[in-house]
């Protein structure tokens, strides 16, 4: 579902990530793990096409790009960040939030859909008409992740989607995340700092450091503390 084939991502002439190759199958859930400043957003970024000066070769579903920007469109990948105050509109209402997609998209049964993708994250009908501030962090999620599917993707790049809330909630948006996938057969591709997301959430992982891959492991192995790689062990004791 996602290739990417000897990967070099440059931003001006510092190259942050280095001969990346992964090959994720259609719904397996991949994760990118590794210290701060390793490359692991800029992989997300250059998939999402916001990134395009790298070499090398990404393949999603077809789409296939060489060099130049990617392309997968928005029905077939969208992407949760990890704020999601930031990334909603202060003034839209959730009803406008999720309706702008499907209007671009000139999608039919809008009022179907957006209730449908609402009671899909766990929000009942009332909260249609409120604004970002009148959510908890949450259920701010719960909308982000409600307009990520508005479209129907069939992958979800996930840039860090629970660490900027609370413990306790943070478990709600993994156990939704984790149904999503199954119920709508998603594959997703996840940054993680927290190796515990990666064991809930996902079948396999990559450990980046530097912008190199220096693993790559079943997260039976992570489960086991049996990753074999100097940074790996050091990630698992920290
Ligand atoms: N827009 C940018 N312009 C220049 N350099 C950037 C830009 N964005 C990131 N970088 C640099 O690229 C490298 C990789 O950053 P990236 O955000 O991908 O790392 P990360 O592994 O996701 O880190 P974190 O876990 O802190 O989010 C870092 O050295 C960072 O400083």
Redesign the pocket.
Known sequence: MIRLDNLDIF??E?R??KGMNLDIARGESFALV??????????L?ALAGQVDSWTGKMTVADKIAENGKMRAGPRLMQMVFQDPYGSLHPRKTVHATLMEPLQIHKMDRREERISDVLQAVGLGAHFRFRLPHQLSGGQRQRVAIARALMLEPQILLL??PTSALDVSVQAEILNLLKSLRQSRGLTYLL?A?DLSVVSFLCDRLAV?RH?EVQEMADVSALKARALTSDYGQHLLAS
């Open positions: 931003y001006g510092t942050v990530v590794g210290e701060s400043g390793s490359g692991k957003s800029t992989v970024k840039d860090e940054v700092h980046l912008g």
